[in-house]
């Protein structure tokens, strides 16, 4: 049977459908300024985010090996550069990325960035410190030559972001195994993943312009 | 441009012969069941006698089995797929499929539509997942 996720803003909202620069639909990221980042509420409160909730319809087994990673843009691009560019573009920034505080107060923050710690708290959300572990950035260097570019380099979906919807509310999965997301009602594993992100934008950045890129969701299911 | 995430060179299915001469049991090529008979995850498994990765080059036609394991170890199959976010994602998104996957006891092969086999090793923890469709 096949097998298809919902990914959503919130848990029980529609798939993102925000209109995209060249005509396609998708998740709008935002703008974002010379140290800032994007969704920004306020900085100083290390306030604002973009927020995936994934779900699935099988119905025999959870999904497993569930992963994420980002590849060159294959809508109608309508950025400032290329399709092309623009993937080699969030890959360097990433790669690039070093900074020491959540909130990018030092400028040096950069690239795709997602959180993986549902509950974690707000002030310490996407902490650098806990990169590699919770926090993943798309193209950075600490797993390999380069992470989250592809199907082989793929950040699992970890524990922490596993969640249960107990009747519209969200309640941490009991015990959620890493990479799997259970069917409808499984209290045990979850039944969503809800992670954070936001793009960061160092200070030094010269180019401006809308950048655009494929986020991919890789899953396995019960053939 | 639509960029593939593996160059698909091969069809491929899942197949389940057995011992006491019930007719071989295949899959689709490439593709999910439509109903869940048709799922491998129900068909029987007792006098199983092996299980396979069919793959055909898209190329030749040519028809191999690089993966196959005994039945006392198959577990069951699964497809490998990946959904893209940022074009087209009004509802529900139904990913392309990238590779079939065979769990023995021990291992998982996954077999990409590229032609490349990756083997893992089922870690302590991954073996005490019990996949609905077998209870094992």
Redesign the interface.
Known sequence: MTVSILISETMAGAAFNDSLAGGSSGIDWGQASNGGYTPLTSQAANTGKKSLWVKHDATVDPTTDNKVFIQQYSGTYGGADSAANDFTTFKNKGYASNSSTSNNTDGLYSGLVVEMDYDISVASQFDPARIGTQVFIFGDGVGSPQDGIDLTSAFPIITDSMVFNNGGSPVLATTPVAGKIGKSGDTVLGDNSASYWRFYLESAAITGGIMQTDLVWAYSFTA | ???P??LPKYDVR?RLDYRDGTKTKL?FWTR?????KD???FKRTDGLAKAFIEVKDKETGVIATPVHCAGHDFC????????????????????EI?A??LVTRTMEATFYVDGTLRTDIRTD?EKK?H???YGR
Do not use: P, Q
């Open positions: 441009m639509k960029v995430f593996v899942w899959g999910e069941a439509d109903n869940l799922m491998a995850t069951l199959f699964k497809w490998r797929k990946v959904a893209r976010i940022g074009l087209g994602t009004k509802g529900k998104v139904s990913g990238v079939l996957v923890e997942f996949y609905e469709g």
